[in-house]
């Protein structure tokens, strides 16, 4: 089964511009406002593509399984992000949602590129079983 997700808005890391935050006298980090902002509009859209009530890396068991996963990632004009940090962001966007229930259940992250697309910039995600070589 290939499940195909996309989202739209400027893809963004969570590692560059972090946050302190502070509760008290307890200081803390936060992920940067545009993975905030990416985050508050990202996870309701995935939620919605891929509403079923098991994730993608459950099996009727519920026992964990590989998963993979080739993300595009089509940034808008000035964006320069690294790759890492955006397959980082992606992972963790995928299991807020529910489509994963964990990233490490991600077995490869093949094919995966940046592109350049100043009028509509999104992510876009294909989800596949990982079968052993």
Known sequence: MI??????????????????????????????????????????????QYPHPTSLDRDGADRLRLVNVRARFYLGARQRPDLSGLLEACGDLLQASGALANDYSIASWDGSRRFRDRDNPRTEVEITPHTED
């Open 3 to 48: 499940v195909v997700l996309v989202w739209h808005g400027p893809p963004a890391t969570k590692k560059t511009s972090q946050v302190i935050g502070r509760r008290g006298s307890r200081a803390f980090i936060l992920p940067s406002r545009a993975y905030q902002q990416a985050a508050k509009t990202a996870i309701p859209e995935i939620a919605t």
